[in-house]
């Protein structure tokens, strides 16, 4: 079972990336996924989630209206399109995975998280 994001770069203020998260290994259409992020010095802080079917999705405050989430259940793959990137979006992102018996919900809370992902840096530069 592994989750791997990918995807991260050097991009400047203003740029776009997308990143991926793959799944090998369980079925992903089965959970829905976080992501998270980690910037030097400080706690992790959830980021988005979205649930299995797209039908549910959640941004943080400081990204809403810049991020967006979606998911190739045929791929077993989810996305993370970041564009209007800023200084403050640097740091280390993550994808994780929890198993919420099929509703169509997600949450924000990573001790509920079932799988984590290894992850991948983003720096924006100014």
């Known amino acids: 079972v592994q989750l791997q994001a990918s995807g991260g770069g050097l991009v400047q203020s203003g740029g776009s990336l997308r990143l991926s998260c793959a799944a090998s290994?369980?079925?992903?259409?089965?959970?829905?996924i976080g992501w998270f992020r980690q910037a030097p010095g400080k706690e992790r802080e959830w980021v988005s989630c979205?649930?299995?079917?797209?039908?549910?999705?959640y941004y943080a405050d400081s990204v809403k209206g810049r991020f967006s989430v979606s998911r190739e259940n045929g791929n077993n793959t989810i996305f993370l399109q970041m564009n209007s990137l800023k200084p403050e979006d640097t740091a280390v992102y993550y994808c994780?995975?929890?198993?919420?018996?099929?509703?169509?919900?997600?949450?924000?809370?990573?001790?509920?998280?079932?799988?984590w992902g290894k992850g991948t840096l983003v720096t924006v530069s100014s």
């Open positions: 979205i649930d299995i079917s797209e039908r549910t999705t």
């Open positions: 290994g369980f079925e992903l259409h089965l959970f829905a």
């Open positions: 994780a995975a929890e198993d919420l018996g099929g509703s169509y919900y997600c949450s924000h809370d990573p001790d509920g998280m079932d799988y």
